[in-house]
């Protein structure tokens, strides 16, 4: 696509329930970041892919947080036993290679009631 | 650990006006890009400007321009003749050469442009 496409836009969860989050990055981009922007803050780093490997994950604020790119191209952040702080709009971006500039998704909203 | 401050909050310019938004950031890489990134309401992030720390000449790019001053490790972004459209959140954002760090991100300048 012409864009990174993120999915659900908006997504309510229950504190205890699971949820996953969806990335589409640009095709043929092989840097993949997620980020975590809380209200009225700058974007946190969460995780790194470079093709299907992650090479990085030093920013996943628990071992609830888990990240895959299993094809290399599509991307799932999925969040188990979501609690109230997890609420936060979830960022995806891609780049052709390291050092690139990224191209951000519009982010999916997770509202943790 | 690298940082990125952007020590102001919120400004607000009137239109057509230029108006300059402040950004230092702490390092000890030679090697680095800096960037202004702007996220509308909408959310999206969008890039801005970009600067290469090799270089010595200031990004600019339309009515964008940096003043990049790589010994006292600032960056500031100005927007001459401003525009309704420019009013957003901006990131000031640090990123080390080799890219797979990922961004490093201020907490943002919310812009207000006044008609």
């Known amino acids: 696509g012409a864009g990174v496409s993120q999915s659900p836009r908006y997504k309510v969860a229950k504190r205890g329930q699971d949820v996953a989050l969806r990335c589409d990055p640009i095709?043929?981009?092989?840097?993949l970041f997620w980020y975590q922007q809380a209200l009225g803050q700058g974007p946190e780093f969460l995780t790194y892919?470079?093709?299907?490997?992650?090479?990085?994950k030093s920013g996943l604020p628990s071992d609830r947080f888990f990240a895959e790119r299993p094809e290399g191209s599509v991307s799932t952040l999925k969040i188990q036993r979501t609690q109230q702080e997890d609420s936060a709009v979830y960022l995806c971006?891609?780049?052709?290679?390291?050092?690139?500039?990224?191209?951000f998704g519009a982010g999916s909203r997770l509202t943790v009631l | 650990a690298q940082t990125v401050t952007q020590s102001q909050p919120e400004m607000s310019v009137q239109e057509a006006e230029t108006v300059t938004l402040s950004c230092t950031y702490d390092?000890?890489?030679?090697?680095?890009?800096l960037f202004w990134y702007k996220q509308p309401p909408s959310r999206q992030m969008i890039l801005v400007i970009r600067?290469?720390?090799?270089?010595?000449q200031n990004a600019t790019e339309n009515r964008f321009s940096v003043n990049f001053q790589k010994a006292a490790k600032s960056f500031s972004l100005k927007i001459s003749d401003s525009q309704l459209g420019d009013a957003a959140m901006y990131f000031c954002?640090?990123?080390?050469?080799?890219?797979?760090?990922?961004?490093?991100f201020g907490k943002g300048t919310h812009l207000i442009i006044q008609p």
């Open positions: 971006a891609s780049s052709l290679r390291p050092a690139n500039v990224l191209t």
């Open positions: 095709s043929g981009h092989v840097s």
């Open positions: 892919f470079q093709n299907e490997a992650q090479l990085d």
């Open positions: 390092t000890s890489e030679s090697d680095y890009y």
């Open positions: 600067q290469e720390a090799y270089k010595q």
């Open positions: 954002a640090y990123c080390p050469g080799g890219g797979a760090d990922g961004l490093t």
